[in-house]
C-alpha cells in the first residue's frame, strides 16, 4: 500500500518538474491559488515538503510555536533558490525521496495535487491526473479536521459527488462536480465552485 502512494507522488513531481522547466521567470513570479504565494513560493513549499522528515517536523513545529502557518513560511524561505533555476534543481533532487511529517501517507499526495494545481491553474496549463490520486486526496481532506488543514468542517451536511468517479463522499446537499474540482474548492481555493452544480455548492459558498 505504501508503495502504491509513493509511486503516485513520485508521477506527481516528475509531471510538476517537466511543466515547470518551460517557464519563464515572469510566469514564476505569478501568483499562486495559495494566497500570497507566487508560483515560485509554492514550488519551494513542495520542496521543503519532500524534504521533511517525522523528527524534523516535529523540530520545526516547536521552533514554530506549533504555528503551522509560521512553519510553512520558514520553510519556503530556506527552500526558495536565488532563482527560479536552482528551486526547480532543488525539487528534482528531493523528488525521490519518501519521507514525510507524522500524518497519514495520504497527506503526500494531496500535497502534490492540490499545490499542482495552485500553479498550474493561474498559468492556464491543464493535467489529466490520476483519478485514483485525485479520490484519495478527496477522501483524506473530507475527513481531516480543519486544524490539521483538511476540510471536514466544511463539508458537514454536503454530499460530495464526483462526475468523473462512481463514488460519493458524505450525506447531505449534493455537490457536483470532478473530482479535482471538489478537492479544490472543499480546500479553499477561489474560483472552482462556479465549476460545481447542485444544492449543495451554497453551503460550501457560505462555509468558504
Given amino acids: 500500500m505504501n508503495e502504491d502512494v509513493w509511486a503516485l507522488v513520485h508521477a506527481e513531481r516528475a509531471a510538476l518538474i517537466e511543466d515547470l522547466a518551460h517557464l ?10 495559495c494566497d500570497g504565494w507566487t508560483v515560485h513560493d509554492v514550488a519551494a513549499h513542495l520542496v521543503n515538503t519532500a524534504r521533511t522528515t517525522r523528527l524534523g517536523f516535529v523540530g520545526g513545529m516547536i521552533r514554530a510555536r506549533f504555528d503551522f ?19 526547480l534543481e532543488r525539487l528534482r533532487q528531493a523528488a525521490s525521496r519518501k519521507t514525510g511529517p507524522p500524518a497519514p501517507l495520504d497527506t503526500r499526495i494531496v500535497e502534490e495535487v492540490i ?5 498550474r491553474r493561474p498559468l492556464g496549463i491543464g493535467r489529466s491526473y490520476p483519478i485514483a490520486a485525485v479520490v ?19 463539508v458537514a451536511g454536503i454530499q460530495l ?11 447531505g446537499s449534493q455537490a457536483r ?5 471538489l478537492l479544490l474548492a472543499i480546500s479553499g481555493r477561489p474560483g472552482v465552485l462556479e465549476e460545481l452544480d447542485g444544492p449543495g455548492v451554497a453551503a460550501l459558498r457560505t462555509s468558504a
Fill in 24 to 33: 519563464d521567470d515572469k510566469q514564476w513570479e505569478q501568483p499562486s491559488l
Fill in 69 to 87: 502557518d509560521r512553519q510553512n513560511a520558514r520553510g519556503v524561505e530556506r527552500e526558495r533558490g536565488s532563482s527560479p533555476k536552482e528551486t
Fill in 115 to 119: 499545490h499542482g494545481e495552485d500553479i
Fill in 136 to 154: 484519495r486526496s478527496l477522501r483524506l481532506q473530507a475527513r481531516t479536521s480543519a486544524s490539521m488543514g483538511g476540510a471536514k468542517e466544511r
Fill in 161 to 171: 459527488a464526483p462526475t468523473d468517479a462512481d463514488l460519493t463522499i458524505g450525506e
Fill in 177 to 181: 462536480g470532478t473530482a479535482i474540482c
